[in-house]
């Protein structure tokens, strides 16, 4: 098919599934997942969703840990571990769609970002490029002594800082809530130029910062750079592959590109029919369904979706396949949140049916609902409520909290409350 033939007409119904096959909801690894998860199966997470953001939050758990449970059950949690941390890495860190976990060869497509620091970066991590003998001094420990957090380098740094030999810079708050050092802002220059990059987090949540020749595999790390446009198609193709059928704003929405970058990848894509265009009913703008995508009649569900997760972190999407407003309440004073501060949308079959704000009480052992919200379309609210409570068990199980406790907060809580009642 070609740009000039007519666009296949898709219906919401159609489009939602397809996007949910895509995203691996549709797969059996969901439908049935197995005792004991294994590093293929995450393998074929990865494979689908091709990035996991992550965030700092850890209310239940850290954002990058929930999609893939939500995709494939209870597992353990050092099948990831050993997918960022250990070589051969499946995963390392990079700016991908927010600071993301990609695979070493989407790192390799996202180095011409990291020669764009100048267009592309922030500006705090831009002016770090101000201070080249800092950069260099940081650069060196690194080398000699590294993985290392920015604490441990700062510790390292002090003598010469105190002796006069290199300026660390001054602590300022940035209107972020974050207060980095002149060192922190220095690694995260390099982290973003790609002269230094991640070899993991700590328990606490630390990057630890090393070479990338020491991260990368060498395949990688010595690959020459590719065309920016070229790597700009690859990473179309991947969000393509990811979404199943998607606008042009939600494919650049993946990896954060521009619409210069992104139209002209989506044209080149389109004209070799690895995208097919197509209509939405009822959506103003094109979309675009890949070749290879899955159209499946019906899907069968059930997952509990982070905030961060891919299948919903792009919330105009999100609102248009499933008729489900979504905002993030964390930075919303608490007497003005509608639903919640830590809020989980509820998948169910093939349409998002409740949310719920949850918390780990990990002192008491406890997976608190705090508020469950039931969505207006649902008919049969006790098989929503009998469901939910399954899968809030089963994460409660998985991150370690022997019981679900319901508060008494929305409008599906009583119905949510009789299921945790009847429960074994």
Same mark, same amino acid.
């Given at each position: 098919?070609t740009?000039?033939?007519?666009?296949l007409?898709?219906?919401?119904?159609?489009?939602?599934?397809?996007?949910?096959?895509?995203?691996?909801?549709?797969?059996?690894?969901?439908?049935?997942?197995?005792?004991?998860?294994?590093?293929?199966?995450?393998?074929?997470?990865?494979?689908?969703?091709?990035?996991?953001?992550?965030?700092?939050v850890?209310?239940?758990?850290?954002a990058?840990?929930?999609?893939?449970?939500?995709?494939?059950?209870?597992?353990?949690?050092?099948?990831?571990?050993?997918?960022?941390?250990?070589?051969?890495?499946?995963?390392?860190?990079?700016?991908?769609?927010?600071?993301?976990?990609?695979?070493?060869?989407?790192?390799?497509?996202?180095?011409?970002?990291?020669?764009?620091?100048?267009?592309?970066?922030?500006?705090? @991590?831009?002016?770090?490029? #101000?201070?080249? &003998? *800092? /950069?260099? +001094?940081?650069?060196?420990?690194?080398?000699?002594h590294?993985? !290392?957090?920015?604490?441990?380098?700062?510790?390292?740094?002090?003598?010469?800082?105190?002796?006069?030999?290199?300026?660390?810079?001054?602590?300022?708050?940035?209107?972020?809530?974050?207060?980095?050092?002149?060192?922190?802002?220095?690694?995260e220059?390099?982290?973003?130029?790609?002269r230094?990059?991640?070899?993991?987090?700590?328990?606490?949540?630390?990057?630890?910062?090393?070479?990338?020749?020491?991260?990368?595999?060498?395949a990688?790390?010595?690959?020459?750079?590719?065309?920016?446009?070229?790597?700009?198609?690859?990473?179309?193709?991947?969000?393509?592959?990811?979404?199943?059928?998607a606008?042009?704003?939600?494919?650049?929405?993946?990896?954060?590109?521009?619409?210069?970058?992104?139209?002209?990848? @989506?044209?080149?894509l389109? #004209?070799?029919? &690895? *995208? /097919?265009? +197509?209509?939405?009913?009822?959506?103003?703008?094109?979309?675009? !369904?890949?070749?290879?995508?899955?159209?499946?009649?019906?899907?069968?569900?059930?997952?509990?979706?982070?905030?961060?997760?891919?299948?919903?972190?792009?919330?105009?999407?999100?609102?248009?396949?499933?008729?489900?407003?979504?905002?993030?309440?964390?930075?919303?004073?608490?007497?003005?949140?509608?639903?919640?501060?830590y809020?989980?949308?509820?998948?169910?079959?093939?349409?998002?049916?409740?949310?719920?704000?949850l918390?780990?009480?990990?002192?008491?052992?406890?997976?608190?609902?705090?508020?469950?919200?039931?969505?207006?379309?649902?008919?049969?609210?006790?098989?929503?409520?009998?469901?939910?409570?399954?899968?809030?068990?089963?994460?409660?199980?998985?991150?370690?909290?022997?019981?679900?406790?319901?508060?008494?907060?929305?409008?599906?809580?009583? &119905? *949510?409350?009789? +299921?945790?009642?009847?429960s074994?």
């Amino acid at each position: 098919m070609t740009s000039s033939q007519t666009p296949l007409r898709l219906t919401v119904p159609q489009a939602r599934r397809i996007a949910l096959a895509a995203q691996g909801f549709a797969d059996r690894l969901h439908r049935n997942p197995p005792g004991t998860p294994t590093g293929a199966h995450l393998q074929r997470v990865l494979d689908r969703v091709g990035l996991l953001q992550i965030d700092s939050v850890n209310v239940i758990a850290r954002a990058h840990l929930l999609p893939v449970f939500s995709r494939m059950g209870p597992y353990d949690l050092a099948l990831l571990e050993r997918a960022t941390a250990r070589r051969p890495r499946r995963l390392v860190e990079y700016w991908g769609h927010e600071a993301s976990f990609v695979p070493p060869e989407t790192h390799r497509l996202l180095r011409w970002r990291m020669a764009r620091i100048a267009e592309e970066g922030w500006g705090m @991590i831009r002016r770090a490029g #101000e201070q080249p &003998e *800092l /950069l260099s +001094a940081v650069e060196a420990e690194i080398e000699a002594h590294g993985p !290392l957090t920015a604490v441990e380098l700062e510790r390292r740094l002090e003598a010469d800082a105190e002796a006069g030999l290199l300026d660390l810079g001054n602590r300022q708050g940035n209107g972020y809530a974050w207060n980095w050092s002149g060192i922190k802002r220095a690694l995260e220059y390099l982290f973003f130029t790609g002269r230094v990059t991640s070899a993991g987090r700590t328990p606490q949540f630390e990057r630890r910062y090393d070479l990338p020749g020491r991260v990368l595999p060498p395949a990688v790390h010595e690959a020459p750079d590719p065309e920016p446009a070229d790597a700009q198609r690859e990473l179309i193709r991947i969000a393509a592959q990811a979404h199943g059928v998607a606008t042009e704003q939600c494919l650049r929405d993946y990896f954060r590109l521009s619409p210069a970058q992104a139209k002209p990848a @989506i044209a080149a894509l389109v #004209e070799v029919g &690895e *995208l /097919l265009p +197509a209509t939405i009913d009822g959506w103003k703008r094109p979309a675009y !369904l890949h070749v290879d995508a899955r159209r499946p009649r019906t899907v069968d569900a059930r997952a509990l979706l982070a905030p961060f997760d891919p299948l919903i972190f792009e919330r105009t999407r999100t609102e248009h396949l499933f008729g489900f407003r979504y905002r993030l309440e964390i930075y919303v004073p608490r007497e003005k949140r509608v639903h919640g501060y830590y809020v989980l949308p509820f998948l169910l079959g093939d349409r998002l049916v409740a949310r719920v704000d949850l918390k780990a009480d990990r002192a008491a052992g406890r997976l608190l609902v705090r508020s469950a919200h039931v969505e207006g379309h649902v008919r049969d609210r006790e098989h929503v409520a009998t469901e939910l409570h399954a899968e809030l068990r089963s994460m409660a199980g998985w991150v370690g909290l022997g019981e679900v406790v319901v508060e008494d907060r929305g409008d599906l809580a009583p &119905e *949510l409350a009789r +299921a945790d009642s009847g429960s074994p």
